[in-house]
């Protein structure tokens, strides 16, 4: 190769450099509802191409996105209000709880307990206090920066039904493009689509479902007991649920804790026989009926690709983290095992 040619390609592939980072700068501020609309449209896809036998793509896709608006976004948005209208009960129940509840009998159990021990400066009941009082302060900020940025999620939502619309309409288009860049052959690269489409149904689809489950069945129980906010506790244990190990005991067991200490044994108990009955174990029952026959990611793999997609993301990490690692398994199977067949 001549320095010319040589210089040439310098300036090709610097060019063609900068040019692909100033198109990154200009999607940038669409990633997310772009990356809300490319999730929706793997999970909801088939559904498309069935309404497609019937009519052309775009009257199939207007109605593919109509179908997930009323269907998943709607219900979604309506659940929103009630979150954010309970939150601020919550807050509120929060705070005025940890200043009204002296926790009379737990307060004589540590100090018996601290006497053994030799501990007398340790307040247990002031301790649960400033921990009740900083968790109202916690979700407070929370709901602060969400009801600011209302604005912008509205906009947000927009893009993501907008661009759900073209994935649709043009995913085969899309898909095809992909095929003509990617260096595998055909079969490998559908090989590739099929596993990771394979293990989104399962990490995602799947967990997804069972933490909507468990949140209901969460709020419903704090319904019973009389907890105010079932809808605010529900959402939260749903979401707590969609991390493996972890679950949604960090609700409601100081929830449990919170009516024994205030003198409520018989809400308590039937608060604990609730979730451990039907919260606990509906993971138990659900899990291997809607995973059977998928292949699915390890329960460190979900665990550490949701917290990572947070961190990465924000909250389409909770999708989008168990999505990238699900594709990397993938990717990484073919290079292990490029023999097999597609």
């Not at 649960?128 to 929370?142: D, Y």
């Not at 997804?208 to 419903?220: D, E, M, N, R």
């Not at 451990?276 to 699915?296: C, I």
Request: with cysteine.
């Amino acid at each position: 190769m001549s320095r010319a040619d040589g210089l040439s390609a310098i300036l090709f592939y610097g060019a063609l450099f900068l040019l692909g980072w100033l198109v990154f700068l200009i999607f940038r501020p669409f990633l997310v509802p772009l990356g809300w609309a490319g999730v929706l449209a793997v999970l909801f896809y088939g559904h498309y191409q069935r309404l497609a036998r019937h009519w052309n793509r775009t009257r199939a896709a207007a109605a593919g996105t109509a179908g997930v608006t009323l269907i998943l976004i709607v219900p979604a948005l309506f659940l929103m209000l009630l979150f954010v209208r309970e939150a601020t009960q919550a807050i509120q129940a929060l705070r005025e709880g940890a200043a009204a509840v002296q926790f009379e009998w737990v307060n004589r159990i540590w100090n018996r307990l601290a006497e053994r021990l030799g501990d007398t400066e340790t307040n247990l009941p002031a301790m649960l206090q400033r921990g009740a009082e900083n968790a109202a302060s916690f979700l407070a900020a929370r709901l602060g920066t969400v009801l600011r940025n209302i604005a912008v999620f509205l906009f947000d939502l927009f893009v993501t039904l907008f661009a759900l619309f073209f994935f649709f309409r043009d995913g085969e288009a899309i898909l095809a493009f992909v095929r003509r860049i990617q260096p595998f052959e055909e079969k490998i690269w559908d090989r590739i689509l099929n596993q990771t489409h394979d293990l989104i149904q399962a990490s995602v689809a799947a967990t997804g479902l069972i933490a909507a489950v468990q949140g209901c069945l969460g709020g419903i129980a704090f319904a019973v007991v009389g907890i105010g906010s079932p809808v605010f506790w529900g959402v939260v244990m749903a979401f707590l649920s969609l991390l493996p190990v972890v679950g949604s005991w960090p609700v409601w067991v100081p929830a449990a804790l919170w009516l024994f200490a205030t003198g409520h044994v018989m809400r308590g108990a039937v608060l604990v026989g609730i979730c451990l009955g039907l919260v606990g174990t509906v993971d138990n029952f659900m899990r291997p009926y809607l995973m059977s026959g998928h292949a699915r990611l390890n329960a460190l793999l979900v665990f550490i690709s949701v917290l990572g997609g947070i961190a990465a993301f924000g909250l389409l990490g909770v999708v989008l983290g168990p999505i990238v690692v699900a594709a990397v398994m993938s990717f990484l199977d073919v290079y292990r095992r490029p023999e097999l067949e597609a």
